[in-house]
């Protein structure tokens, strides 16, 4: 059965709309609340048209450039080249880290006069101010905090004192393999730190909004496949960003969402975790990826989607994660306004009318478990609950996953990867299948949530999830809203 829109109650709406109604033309009314859509593909309509049905609508749009109006631009993908990695990646890919992170805090005035560790070391110098890796951390008998810190030209060891209260504070959140700088009094082999400054953010980082009154959400952990995964809330919220779902200013608001994130963990994957065997709906990756695509599908054309892997896709688990694999997830790649990008990746959305675009930061947030259990001022501050508070520590580090074996990665010797190197506006993740939203310096932080309920595994390691929320960021005002799917 076929309802078509009458004139008489489109109201008040555009000129061009009443143009195409006034040729005689019929128009679905599922497309009542995507006029403009009409608008938009009416001059590359077939000949002969005399009904616009939304299938009609979506296959032209398919078809047809709709970048100029909400660009999406992929600044960042990384390519990954096989290649059997030996020791010399390893010291070679460290040394890139190091070179590229003091780069950065060399360029704070506080650490302009930093030497290396050669020319200090074993001398008496009341200030002297370096760069340098930490390649040990451990608390002393006295309870003093002792760091080795290690440059291209030596290593020295940096006392932090237990009685310098706010700097001790500060030195329980240094981790190893991270880049960090120094101020202090030399004595012999030992510095007594006056000062610790992390790579960082600038204070003076600027909070960008643009002036159009649109949206960007974000989702993410999926799980299609698993038999914990949610259908009928990620129904209801595909219904909802369709618009055919909640009152008015509902679907209004629905309407102006012009960009949804997929943080990772699309699929529940196969042989992640032991006897997953037992938690599985579908026991295939392609039939998960076929499924997932399924929902995706779904979802209204004019809506730019960019989505990256997580631990649960089916690909490697070292990171930099590349695409998802196009024989895997064949299916997703055939959804035209979906873009898959790598984890992490860098992604510039809106960019128009001389206005710079916002950059995005995507990661999916494996590294967050080994910081949520390792690093105090996380754990004991909400820990899995808290993402904005790893996220605000990442920053800090200006890294993914500063500790080695935080993560599973790739070395590349010619840059890692892991770096953030560029400062996002916003830098969203996935993973702890909670949401959180913080800001740091201007720069929204923001961990979707799930459509996933709780796991066995997931109760054994105290994760508390709250599926079925979903945050939009308001690009001209930034404010965030959630919209809620699950109770
Ligand atoms: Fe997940
Ligand atoms: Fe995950």
């Known amino acids: 059965m076929s309802f078509f829109l009458e004139k008489k109650n489109l109201g008040k709406r555009k000129m061009d709309i009443k143009e195409i109604l006034s040729k005689g033309y019929l128009i679905d009314p599922k497309l009542i609340k995507n006029l403009e859509l009409v608008e938009k593909v009416f001059d590359k309509l077939p000949k002969n048209t005399t009904f616009i049905s939304q299938e009609l609508v979506d296959q032209i749009l398919e078809k047809i450039d709709i970048i100029e109006d909400y660009p999406v631009d992929i600044l960042k993908n990384y390519e990954s080249f096989m290649k059997k990695r030996s020791v010399e990646d390893f010291v070679a890919y460290f040394r890139n880290r190091y070179n590229s992170l003091s780069e950065i805090l060399r360029g704070r005035s506080e650490l302009q006069n930093s030497i290396s560790i050669r020319r200090f070391l074993g001398k008496q110098d009341n200030e002297v101010s370096f760069v340098g890796i930490v390649i040990n951390k451990r608390v002393s008998k006295n309870g003093n905090i002792l760091v080795e810190v290690e440059d291209l030209t030596g290593i020295v060891m940096i006392i932090i004192s237990k009685n310098k209260i706010e700097l001790f504070q500060k030195a329980k959140d240094i981790v190893v393999d991270e880049v960090i700088g120094i101020k202090g009094g030399c004595s012999g082999n030992f510095v007594f730190c006056n000062e610790i400054f992390f790579p ?108 990256c892997g997580g631990n649960h896709d089916a690909l490697r688990l070292s990171e930099p994660q590349p695409k998802l694999d196009s024989v895997y997830a064949k299916d997703l790649y055939e959804i035209k306004n979906l873009q898959i990008v790598t984890n992490p990746s860098y992604i510039n959305i809106h960019k128009k009318n001389g206005f710079p675009g916002f950059n995005v930061l995507m990661y999916h947030g494996y590294s967050y478990d080994y910081y949520i259990a390792n690093v105090e001022s996380i754990r004991l501050n909400g820990g899995y609950d808290r993402a904005d508070l790893v996220m605000k520590f990442l920053l800090q580090k200006r890294h993914l996953a500063p500790s080695h074996s935080s993560t599973l990665y790739i070395p590349d010797i010619k840059e890692d990867s892991l770096i953030i190197k560029e400062i996002p506006d916003f830098f969203v993740s996935g993973h702890l299948h909670k949401m959180s939203v913080g800001n740091y310096r201007n720069i929204t932080t923001l961990c979707s949530s799930c459509w996933q309920g709780k796991t066995i595994f997931q109760e054994k390691v105290g994760h508390h999830p709250e599926p079925g929320r979903v945050p939009l960021i308001n690009l001209r005002t930034r404010e965030v809203k959630v919209m809620k799917f699950c109770d």
């Open 200 to 307: 960082d953010i600038p204070i003076s980082n600027e909070f960008k909004k643009c002036e159009d009154d649109v949206y960007a959400a974000f989702i993410s952990d999926l799980h299609v496949g698993s038999k914990m995964f949610l259908p009928e809330p990620f129904k209801k919220f595909i219904r909802w960003i369709n618009g055919d779902l909640g009152d008015k200013e509902s679907t209004e608001l629905a309407s102006k969402i012009k960009y949804l994130f997929i943080v990772g963990d699309l699929i529940d994957g196969v042989g992640i975790y032991p006897e997953q065997d037992y938690e599985l709906e579908i026991k295939d990756v392609n039939k998960q990826y076929e499924e997932c695509a399924k929902y995706l599908g779904e979802i209204r054309k004019d809506i730019k989607m960019i989505a």
